[in-house]
């Protein structure tokens, strides 16, 4: 297994969405140990903290299809210049949320890097609205759109290049509550999708098979994985702002994580929507810690 230099980067923000405690993801992350158990696999860690994110709201008119427009386009701005100096460095990043907006920043960070990036978007969400779309305002619903260079121009725009990565080199996995627009989207795109259907009936060892079979044939240069933790079951994971039942399983989570790894084709990934108030016992973010042993070389035996 390749060891790898791995820079963590936390960004304590709650501003894609409504519901408070989402800003304490990444220390409710650290605390379930992940620097000790990535360590242990024999990977080098460096933990760079966190983002600094603004507690004061800027007194910006309020735009109900754009909420906290202004305090995500900082923390979008600031981890994007974070990861692009982690690339810089030739080290790994693994960024943990924080909403899912901060995917935004991520992936601006990786665009310049990568001209052929494939993305996994594990998530139960498509997260592909537009403030056309949305039907609540939440800016992480929206920050696939945003990648693909759809929605407000001065998200899209972070780091002055849009767009950051191409519709063909997404997959989804795990959907199973999307919005109108956002069904509009992904056919006119050319997204691939698997929702929880397929993953039903073929498997996840098939879909994960199918995934990283296509996008080798579209010669990706590097793979990012946004996992969402509303893309499991709530069951497993009841930490997470927007749960949706009939989920993705603990071990079917394990098994694509572990096929990542196997593929050897990742390089970099986040883990966002740890919400330790609406955890239980931490939980949500034992998971995230877990899966994450599993995509960096964990093995069982
Ligand atoms: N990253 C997430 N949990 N996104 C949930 C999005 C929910 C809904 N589709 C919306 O746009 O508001
Ligand atoms: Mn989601
Ligand atoms: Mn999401």
Same mark, same amino acid.
């Given at each position: 297994?390749? %060891? ?23 220390? @409710? ?31 910006? @008119? ?25 690339? /810089? ?25 990568? %001209? ?100 080798? /044939? ?43 790894? /196997? ?26 810690? @877990? ?11």
């Amino acid at each position: 297994m390749n %060891k790898l230099d791995i820079s963590i980067i936390g960004v304590p923000t709650d501003y894609g969405q409504a519901r408070r405690g989402v800003d304490m993801g990444p220390s @409710a992350i650290r605390y379930a140990g992940v620097v000790e158990r990535l360590e242990a696999i024999g990977h080098k860690v460096q933990d760079l903290g966190d983002i600094r994110v603004s507690q004061t709201l800027k007194n910006a @008119a309020v735009d109900e299809k754009l909420l906290n427009l202004e305090e995500v386009i900082d923390v979008s701005t600031a981890l994007a210049n974070n990861v692009h100096a982690v690339l /810089e460095q030739k080290r790994f990043p693994l960024v943990f949320g924080g909403d899912h907006s901060i995917a935004i920043g991520t992936l601006a960070g990786l665009g310049e890097h990568y %001209k052929n990036l494939g993305v996994i978007w594990y998530d139960a969400h498509a997260d592909l609205n537009t403030p056309e779309t949305t039907p609540s305002g939440n800016i992480h619903g929206m920050p696939l759109a945003v990648s693909i260079g759809l929605g407000h121009e001065r998200l899209v725009r972070i780091r002055d290049f849009a767009p950051k990565i191409k519709p063909e080199n997404v997959i989804i996995i795990g959907a199973r509550s999307v919005d109108p627009g956002e069904r509009e989207l992904i056919r006119q795109q050319g997204i691939k999708v698997y929702t929880m259907h397929e993953i039903d009936r073929l498997g996840m060892t098939r879909v994960m098979e199918d995934a990283l079979a296509y996008l080798k /044939e579209r010669n990706v240069d590097g793979l990012h994985l946004s996992l969402d933790l509303d893309g499991l079951d709530p069951l497993y994971t009841p930490g997470v702002g927007t749960p949706v039942p009939g989920g993705i399983t603990y071990r079917e989570s394990h098994l694509a994580m572990e096929m990542l790894q /196997e593929s050897g084709m990742l390089t970099s990934a986040e883990f966002v929507e740890v919400n330790p108030i609406l955890d239980e016992k931490n939980t949500t973010a034992n998971v995230a810690v @877990a899966l994450m042993g599993s995509l960096f070389g964990e093995t069982l035996v």
